[in-house]
Nanobody, 119 residues
Framework: QVQLVESGGGLVQFGGSLRLSCAASGFTFGRYAMSWYRQAPGKERELVATAANIGGVTYYVDSVKGRFTISRDNAKNTVYLQMNNLKPEDTAVYYC????????????WGQGTQVTVSS
């Protein structure tokens, strides 16, 4: 059974930094591209960043390019999101999941971790 446990969120001031972690289990972590998503109040969940399973290829939504860095440690089954120069518009619940969370063995979401950026 897939388990995704996000942590590292919190309250930070404008311009501050946070590092999110996602501990994964229940699947072969190294086989899947992994992503971070976020959902702000009243908005749909959006893809923020993706790390390919091999090759170090990454993707970022335009709004976080140059500020966020996604990384993964396949030995620890963990994916990270380093967030720098945070802005109030980054306030959201952050989730990790595969690049295509609708496909097996995925299909559900963890509890997420709240990031709040004060102005």
């Amino acid at each position: 059974q897939v388990q995704l446990v996000e942590s590292g969120g919190g309250l930070v001031q404008f311009g501050g930094s946070l590092r999110l972690s996602c501990a994964a289990s229940g699947f072969t972590f190294g086989r899947y591209a992994m992503s971070w998503y976020r959902q702000a109040p009243g908005k749909e969940r959006e893809l923020v960043a993706t790390a390919a399973n091999i090759g170090g290829v990454t993707y970022y939504v335009d709004s976080v390019k140059g500020r966020f860095t996604i990384s993964r440690d396949n030995a620890k089954n963990t994916v990270y999101l380093q967030m720098n120069n945070l802005k109030p518009e980054d306030t959201a619940v952050y989730y990790c999941n595969s690049r295509d969370p609708r496909k097996a063995p995925f299909g559900s979401w963890g509890q997420g971790t709240q990031v709040t950026v004060s102005s």
